[in-house]
């Protein structure tokens, strides 16, 4: 098969079935909390647009995979769009309180069950990217190699970075920076970290014996920082390959790796948390933040470094992708909840907004005109995010366009 074409059915592969777990997961917290609660359910889709498959369930919900895969949505027995946030029909809205609970209408039911209905997709975000950690930890280990004895081996060139243009390949070990030996990975790591985007010179040996030279300048690279400050570090874009013998992994219990899930997650969290923080106080830019475009890239080159260092074994192929994927789904899941839990109207957190005030009014929502401009506002937040993420997107993708 052409590598191109590969590379793009990997990409998009990769993307389509990441996102589709983390929707579905986020999904189905609504939908489980709400069928619990005696709420009805219409549809439950994946992904928007018109249905390409689908089927009903015993109880009349109508579960189907639509045509464009973003996102995806629940729809209540009183709903009129897709997005829960046009009033229901007039038939609906003349039927007495208990009748429309007892037909099991989202809007006649109580603040609490509404409230945590919603909630309950963030929260399963959350409870998936617990498990999808815990599960990767039990499954691979812990990692105790001491990597300052491992050679510097190249596992994997990551595209269009420094690494890529000076023609390193994969396979390659460096021996030497500037004329200065290299101890091991950790060593050579250093060297990068420290070389301030000054030129090196790296003396590499591959496993024939060759032994060449390459001119290499390390480039400026976003990450997360301590206490969720984004730092610039330097970097070639260059994975690790290192043999199965010269590994070390310890077995990781089952109560390790669950305190492992929920440790992962709540950094996560926490650093994200003083991210946006730090966006408020100008702390951080907002340069970071990234749309559909960049998840589509990281999903693609999380599987592609996954393959490139798994050895031509089928079945650890097979193993490390789906445990570096189930990975970045959690990471994904953990940004999904966050993001839904932002006091946005047309979110979920904008929702549960709506319930404390309909609470604190006793029992009285919001005019509807308010609500119906509280939407619009949000819808036009969430567009101004988008397009603000899709440019940073593609200013990534490509930097002249900056």
Known sequence: MPEF?????LYVGSFVLVLSLVVFVHEFGHFQIGRWCGIGVKSFSIGLGSEWIG???KYGARWKISKIPLGGFVSWVDDT?????????EENQALSVEEARNRGHFRAMPIWKRAVTVAAGPAANFV?????FALVAFAAGRDVTDYNLVPARIGGVVADTPAAAAGLRRGEIVEAVNGQPVQGWADFQQRILGSGGRPMVLSLADDEGGVREATVTARLTSRPGPEGAVEQVWTLGLQLGIHEAERVVAPVSLAEALNHGAGGTWAIVAQTGAYLGGILTGKNSGSDIAGPLGIFKASGQVATIALDSSGDNLGSRIGNLALALLGWAGMLSVAVGIVNLLPIPVLDGGHLLFYGIEAVRGGRPL??????WAYRAGFAVMASLFLFATW???TRL????R
């Open 81 to 89: 769009d897709g997005s829960s946030t046009l009033p229901s029909s």
């Open 55 to 57: 089927w009903t369930d």
């Open 398 to 401: 490509f930097p002249g366009a």
């Open 128 to 132: 998936f990217a617990v498990l999808a």
């Open 5 to 9: 074409l590969q590379n793009t059915l």
């Open 392 to 394: 940073n997107d593609i």
């Open 367 to 372: 005019p509807a005109m308010a609500q119906e």
